[in-house]
């Protein structure tokens, strides 16, 4: 096992040598793997994980999120809801559910017959859309551009996209990250209605709208595996 610093995280890569003749970077269900010649250095190593990193963190990313195992979730326990933990109490069919923020309770009605991961799910996606749109008014505003239409996925690790018609998708699990991780989603996507791409123009757009922007990104990819695994 190695270790490297990237994009301000400590990634751990498996090195295997063999009598190959060039370094190739893969990611396999045990996490990173470098294969490499048995003369290449550390250095160069490390110098090729470094011009992939923004690769190797996303399918960092993929894997991690493919670890995330179904959630069973009970009474009692606790979930995030905007980066704060939240406990889920289960009330009568009577009650109705209802967040409660500010006291860090989630009280939810779970119908007889369905499974409490499901109707979370259902609880949470409704309100999640309300906060990101919300979020996507205010930063078109700043971008003085129409607000886009807005589209809720379930993606794992692809936090949002833009597509060509201008339509912004974003996973409804940016939910459980705090306000200004979903800032920064929503900037990028917007951004993108000026640059449909990754250059340097792209980035100067996404900093004047979320100035954190670099410190946000690395904190997705590191928070990616703490997501429950709701369906
Ligand atoms: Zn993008």
């Known amino acids: 096992m190695h270790s490297i610093e990237l994009d301000g995280a400590s990634l751990d890569y498996r090195l295997c040598r063999s009598a190959r003749r060039t370094i190739g970077i893969t990611v396999d269900r045990y996490g990173i793997r470098v294969g490499a010649p048995l003369s290449a250095?550390?250095?160069?190593?490390?110098?090729?994980?470094?011009?992939?990193?923004?690769?190797?963190?996303?399918?960092?990313?993929?894997?991690?999120?493919?670890?995330?195992?179904?959630?069973?979730?009970?009474?009692?326990?606790?979930?995030?809801?905007?980066?704060?933990?939240?406990v889920l109490r289960c009330v009568t069919d009577r009650a109705r559910s209802r967040l409660r923020a500010d006291a860090g309770i989630l009280e939810l009605c779970?119908?007889?017959?369905?499974?409490?991961?499901?109707?979370?799910?259902?609880?949470?996606?409704?309100?999640?859309?309300?906060?990101?749109?919300?979020?996507?008014i205010h930063y078109a505003g700043k971008l003085e551009v129409a607000t886009p239409p807005l589209v809720l996925s379930s993606a794992k690790s692809r936090w949002g996209s833009c597509n060509a018609k201008g339509e912004i998708r974003l996973s409804w699990r940016l939910i459980h990250f705090a306000p200004n991780l979903i800032d920064y989603v929503v900037a990028h996507e917007l951004a993108h209605l000026k640059e449909m791409n990754h250059g340097p123009r792209f980035w100067a757009v996404v900093e004047k709208l979320c100035p954190d922007w670099r410190h946000a990104r690395a904190e997705l990819r590191r928070q990616a595996h703490t997501l429950p695994g709701l369906e």
């Not at 250095?41 to 690769?55: N, P, Q, V």
């Open 41 to 86: 250095s550390l250095a160069e190593i490390e110098t090729l994980l470094r011009r992939h990193g923004d690769w190797v963190l996303q399918k960092l990313a993929q894997w991690r999120a493919s670890q995330i195992p179904v959630a069973t979730l009970e009474d009692g326990d606790r979930i995030h809801w905007l980066g704060k933990p939240l």
């Open 110 to 136: 779970v119908p007889v017959g369905h499974a409490l991961p499901t109707t979370l799910t259902a609880f949470l996606k409704p309100r999640a859309r309300a906060f990101f749109l919300e979020r996507l």
